[in-house]
């Protein structure tokens, strides 16, 4: 199985600041690669797709890259309802398999 | 508008089982691949189980593999968890998502466009 390492685990930041998140892959998943963001209590929603297509309705300050098996998922202003947990998942093959998540809280 | 609304979860003794449905409306359910993904309370996300539009492929987690059997009914747009053998590592808020591909062959490469709300399955004596 592609084992998705994220890091940080958790992390805090300040309204306006830029955060990143970053997503090492086991071994090459080419760019598939999508980030979800999700509130307590809520279903997970798709932020970006394919290491770095925006979802259709996400803010522009989301942005996602790539280089090999590295994935970086950038908030360039953090905003007020930013303040979630962020996971990768990686679908090249099954089983699927998710980032262990990451908490970003407000400082 | 598309929904996912799932249903079936509750408290169940370990060994015990359920079987979880996600209603779908708003799309044609045939055409795409749907998975479910848990969470433990407190923990991350979990895929579960995928299956392809037409059923005929299904995919596991290693951790549910022999237990869990996902299946549809396009006739109904109704998609399926069955869980047996029910442990209390089990529990968790059981997720169904709808996939933007209509098979999940090499691992789909889709991604999950639309979420249910959830239901609950906890395990407990």
């Known amino acids: 199985d592609i084992q998705m390492t994220q890091s940080p685990s958790s992390l805090s930041a300040s309204v306006g600041d830029r955060v990143t998140i970053t997503c090492r892959a086991s071994?090459?998943?080419?760019?598939?690669l999508n980030w979800y963001q999700q509130k307590p209590g809520k279903a997970p929603k798709l932020l970006i797709y394919a290491a770095s297509s925006l979802q259709s309705g996400v803010p522009s300050r989301f942005s996602g890259s790539e280089s090999g098996t590295d994935f970086t998922l950038t908030i360039s202003s953090l905003q007020p309802e930013d303040f979630a947990t962020y996971y990768c998942?990686?679908?090249?093959?099954?089983?699927?398999?998710f980032g262990q998540g990451t908490k970003v809280e407000i400082k | 508008e598309v929904q996912l609304l799932e249903s079936g979860g509750g408290l169940v003794q370990p060994g015990g089982s359920l079987r979880l449905s996600c209603e779908a409306t708003g799309f044609t359910f045939p055409d795409y691949a749907m998975g479910w993904v848990r969470q433990a309370p407190g923990k991350g996300l979990e895929w579960v189980a995928g299956?392809?539009?037409?059923?005929?492929?299904?995919y596991y987690a290693d951790s549910v593999k022999g237990r869990f059997t996902i299946s549809r009914d396009n006739s109904k747009n109704t998609l399926y968890l069955q869980v047996n053998s029910l442990r209390a590592e089990d529990t968790a808020v059981y997720y169904c998502?709808?996939?933007?591909?209509?098979?999940?062959?090499?691992?789909?490469?889709?991604?999950?466009?639309?979420w249910g709300q959830g239901t609950l399955v906890t395990v407990s004596s």
């Open positions: 998502a709808k996939d933007t591909k209509n098979t999940l062959s090499l691992g789909g490469r889709g991604y999950f466009d639309y």
């Open positions: 071994q090459s998943i080419s760019s598939y």
């Open positions: 299956i392809s539009g037409t059923g005929a492929g299904t």
């Open positions: 998942q990686q679908t090249y093959s099954t089983p699927q398999t």
